[in-house]
């Protein structure tokens, strides 16, 4: 099957992982295996009257009515803490 | 030219007591950063959230209020984007499509133009639950150029309406009286306090005859909404006027600057792979209607001001009672249990009111108004011809003002009786000045109103009426 | 030590020492773990024999001793613990230290068991083999070349070497069943719903539960009856008590079973000799026979695939470098955010990740995502239908446990293992897998469906098929 790297670019931008020439290269070629493989659901579904099923009892679910529980301290953390604050790089060089 | 503008509110439900999925405060001010936070609201591996049910009657009563189609179940959806404050990197929310059910589509507003003193309308297209991303505060060089970014959780995960209009609204004037009343309608029902810093943010989709939609994020006040919407309505009539083209784009409101300025453009619609949150099982509101409907009906703005209205208050004076909620309160409650509707009106829409604007205590709390009791009793006092209403409003309403707590027996002024005999008193004793003010000079009366006053030891007087009682007694000599 | 679990808690909780039995157990690590690495941390022996000693004055003092007196519990690394890391075979949580631990761990705790260390799993439980663990494959006890299946693979070895009495798997299309099928141990899926998934870290919300691996199914049964049952803290926890499970086997005469072509079909030769010689002996004892086919089963494989996809590429976006031990190295976020996921995660991570990305956005959603779901309560709807008027009888694994290495290449050939398991976490059903024998030294198992929450059911047809085999607590040697 023949692989669409933009389509692989596109969803690797909405996923948010940076992928190398050569992880794209074979990356490519299997999802397009596993999404040939996956389509059979479509042709499926087409021949089905069926609604989508996403909670597999479809009962409604509950509510919660106020209560304690343990917090969490951001310290316990492995991420980088400035006057109680969580540091996150934004628009800066590379920091390795 | 002629605008079209719909606007996207966000309003925090303040009230609520705890986030929309977990037992962290709804409420955080004042708290240190990143203290107010658990699993379940930054996201941790393995936490699941479970939904808030005074969230969703709050918002079930918003779209009672705002007659809405209501569905028998919301389903909440997952909204997809990488951002540093989004703990998970999406958020939990609703949307129309893709299984999702958000809880009201197509509503109506009807809010009041106190410049025309008209009615007007304003379609909703649909109100979303969803939970509110942390803040983020961006160090040097602001959003665009700043080296890190600052992120403080608290607010995550807190419960948000997000109020989605129609294009219906002809004018950035329009389109904040429709946010102002809106945020009484929210207030009203309990959900939220507008007043507190964040509680609220809008952003304008704005375009004029000739060009593209243009959307205007990033609006923190009422103000702003008009102005930030007059900017942009005539940035846009600029370009077209002078042969341009106004491009689709998203603009950032810089409230300091009074500008708005280019944010990102639009070139594809962005995609949130949106997808019902398997962790959340649809929500039956049927059990919640009952209690909505109460909460929705008895909370009703407008109505109250009908009310108001229909006791024979002028019109500015019921809408003034009606922009602070417990003012509007007292006053029914007062005239309930016997208050005149007039000067029960008089006192608290204008002269009590100003007292406290002057003291600059905030009219919104509860605290800083008298009893309702109080109030029964100083109209009783007035239409009785014990007090003059100037006397009232002299005397005891800057005390009250003082102290809402305070007895009124204690603030009183004393009857003109015993006053006669004081005044007779510091008149013998106060010969010089009573010479003096005969003889022409004025500031001799502001003497002795004071000898008067100390006379007559602590009690509560009017000056204005022992001034004119000196004139009446010096007048016969 | 081929003594079941529940006697050994038993004789515990009668005066037996605690410390002699974790003793025995950190004998068989001690001489196994080398060779098999089925566990990514061990709790110190100090620290067991310490828990071991704390039970014991318990004991002794007269107090209240729980259902798992003792007993040494090893944990699948994808569920929360505050003490031992949790990283989910990962490199993107490696040393992370969850701030709380799983309600299932809360339970095990509270009823005396001893945790003795968290088992290996393919990364995210993204796998059938125990291969794609980021740190390292876990080896099948019965033959060191071969793995134990996936994703449980470490807590079925565990099981299968003695270094634990019990242990909490999870099953999301077959984790914890295929495991118990490769290693000759019992894994039970619950029906969704019954255990809480609090503290579980998502891979496919909407078809996992945490499940109970034993050695035996009365061990299984003891256990589920700790785990199972209502949490408020998981919203799609059913609002049941906690199960009470009779150790008793069913009654032949009594039991119908439905053997649907689908399920019992396609298997290896020496698999499907086993299947039928055990369908055949319950046959001969009077259990009655249905044979069925349900066409659209064809389609499970990738209709389950298809939603655990999606659904695990929105759980894994929190994972951005923020919270998490595995950082990136730019400093502008976008691109930091893309390193740390392209560093932390395996590639078949990455794969389904992006195969659910794929799945759930603009233009594909509806031939993907939306599709499978539809599928997926048609294959539910028939699956109810016949789980009322029978157990279904269906294998576990269409192939015998393959060589390490062998079907790594070719993800698809990696997803046909579970061709059969995946069916029961579609329709939300229970399902069991036991073993029924061994073929060149290589365990065979098979696997029971029952309606919802009938777990009992399974249990004593489990306990039936037991005492035809004559296989329970098998250990390698």
Redesign the interface.
Known sequence: MECRKELLERLAELAKIALSEEEKESICKDLERIAGYLRAVGEAAKELEAEPLYYVWDLPGPLREPSESPKVSIEELPTKVKEGYVAVPWRGGSVE | MKAMIGLEIHVQMTEAGSKLFCDCKANYRGMEPNSNICPVCIGLPGALPVVNKRSVELALAASLAFNCHVPDYIVFTRKHYFYPDLPKNYQISMYERAGGVPICRGGKVRYLDIHSWEWKECRLRRINIEEDPGRTIYGEGGILRSSEAYVDYNRSGVPLLEIITEPDLKSAREARQLVEYVLLVLEYLGATNPRLEGAFRVDANVSVEGGERVEVKNIGSTLDVEKAINFEIMRQSAIISSGGKVERETRHWDAERGSTRPLRQKEQEEDYLYFPDPDLPAIALRDMLPKAKAIASSSDPAALFEKAISLGVQRELAWSMVTARPSLMLYLEAVERGADPQLAARIIAVDYKGELREREKDPHDPANWPSADTIVELSRLMKEGAYTYDAIKGIVLPKLAENPAADLKLLLPQRAENLEQVIEEVLKREERAVKDYLSGKAQALNYLVGAVIRAAGKRALDPRAIREAIERRLAKK | MSREAWRVAEEIRAGADPSRHVEEVLERIERWEGAVKAFISLDLPEALRERAERLERKIRKGERVGKLAGLLVSVKDN??TSWLP?T?GSRM?E??????N?TAVERVLQEDAIIVGKTNLDEFAMGSTTELSAFWPTRNPWDLERVPGGSSGGSAASLAYGGADLSLGSDTGGSARLPAAYTATVGLKPT??LVS??????Y???LEQISPMARSVRDVALLLEVIGGWD?????A??VERPRLDPSPAEPRALRLCLVKEMVEGAEEPIEKLFWNTIHKLSSEGAQLEELSIP?LS?AL??Y??IAF??A??NL??Y?G????TK????????????A??RG?G?EV??R???G??????GF??????????????I??EVLKVVKRCVIAAQASPILPPKIGERLDD??KL?YMDMYTVIAN???VPALVQPLGFSQGLPIGIQWMAG?LEESKLISLGLLVEELTGIKGAMAE
């Open positions: 569920i929360c949790t989910a949580l040393g992370y230290v969850s701030p709380y799983a969704y719903g998934r609090y503290g579980l870290i998502p496919g919300n909407s408020p803290k998981d919203a799609t059913l609002r659209l389609k990738p209709a695939y298809t999606a659904e590429s929105s976006a929190r951005a923020i919270f998490y031990p990136g190295s730019s400093g502008s976020w976008e691109k930091y955010v893309g390193e996921r392209a995660f590639r990455k794969r990740i992006l195969m990305v794929y799945a759930l956005s603009e959603r509806d031939e993907f995502y939306v599709a499978a779901t539809k599928v997926r309560r048609a539910r709807d993800p698809l997803y579609l329709a939300g919802p």
